[in-house]
């Protein structure tokens, strides 16, 4: 599998080494806006660099372009790799329209090209082992999901594109919440009602939030909760599952969010709960394992986990998040 990387940031910085550890894939090409940029982590990986994302996607030598830009050029380049044939993973959030996500899959269908979007979140253990525990019937069937992920911001933040309404689409809704938003749709299924309030509490980014409070609801009366923040002060990550004979608790993601791990209580009918509990120790491996999912799923001539209409799916509630928060009703979808 011979690759090229649009992107060159933070983003750009996890994925390259994660796909060069994946037996049979080559990075050719790194591109970036800047020459020195692109260059210096092109260097790192032992790849061509060029500032013409153009470059990438017309050459005959790739078989897969990941899109590591911000979120105004998802739409464009990715169409334009698809239509030259090219498989795309293409970071969250997976444009910044509905319009915009649903002509990426037009064109994905047309050119049968593989389309996937970048939620590496579904590839964390302890997500994973939630996922697992959930499919066996431990927790038995879903009452509610609860979120808070936060993270405390840096200097300068909002000067960032991501305080920027045309580059971002959104504010930390879209940039982180939108993971948790998709980790809802995987576990609990579609949503039939979003009701929402924003705020923009710290950082100066209006009319961007850097804080988003949402409920979801589906047809059945589930409902999930997430709290998504940007002046956490210290990086949050729980993911809390509720059943009828029990939970499931994902905490701490590695890194500045503390070691992950992910505990099971079951109910006893003469018994206190008991309880269990998994931590996965070592570096942060899901950008690994999504590649390594993306890759089997075009051998395999299968839609990949996360792909692009779970990407669609989990904008269309950000937005109808956002139109609740605007307009002061229940939305439904």
Excluded at 11 to 31: N, S
Aim: glycine share 10%; net charge negative.
């Amino acid at each position: 599998m011979r690759v090229g990387l649009v992107g060159a940031g933070l983003q750009g910085q996890r994925r390259a080494p994660a796909l060069m550890q994946f037996p049979g894939t080559e990075l050719v090409i790194v591109a970036a806006a800047h020459q020195e940029t692109a260059k210096r982590l092109a260097d790192s990986v032992g790849c061509e660099a060029t500032s013409h994302w153009e470059e990438v996607v017309e050459r005959e030598d790739i078989d897969a372009v990941i899109v590591c830009t911000p979120p105004h050029l998802h739409a464009r380049i990715s169409i334009a790799a698809m239509k030259k044939g090219k498989h795309v993973l293409c970071e969250k959030p997976l444009a910044r329209t509905v319009e915009e996500a649903e002509e990426m899959l037009r064109v994905a269908q047309q050119n049968r090209t593989k389309l996937k979007c970048g939620f590496n979140h579904r590839h964390h253990p302890g997500i994973q082992k939630a996922r697992q525990w959930l499919d066996e019937g431990s927790v038995g069937e879903l009452n509610f999901v609860r979120c808070r992920y936060g993270i405390c911001g840096r200097p300068g933040y909002e000067k960032e594109w991501r305080a920027n309404p045309e580059i971002a689409g959104g504010g930390h809704l879209m940039e982180q919440g939108i993971h948790a938003v998709d980790l809802f749709r995987w576990f609990l299924g579609e949503f039939t009602e979003v009701a929402g309030f924003t705020a923009t509490c710290f950082w100066d980014m209006a009319p961007l939030e850097d804080n988003a409070f949402a409920l979801f609801r589906t047809a059945k009366g589930q409902v999930a909760s997430l709290h998504s923040s940007l002046t956490q002060w210290k990086n949050l990550f729980s993911f809390e599952i509720f059943g009828q004979d029990g939970y499931i608790v994902v905490e701490g993601l590695g890194g500045s969010y503390g070691t992950e791990k992910v505990i099971r209580g079951r109910r006893a009918l003469l018994e206190p709960f008991s309880q269990e509990s998994t931590e996965f120790r070592g570096g942060d491996q899901s950008w690994h394992e999504e590649w390594k999912e993306f890759v089997a799923a075009i051998r395999e001539d299968r839609e990949p986990l996360g792909n692009g209409y779970d990407g669609l799916e989990a904008l269309r509630l950000v937005h109808a998040v956002y139109e609740s928060a605007a307009k002061g009703y229940v939305v439904k979808i």
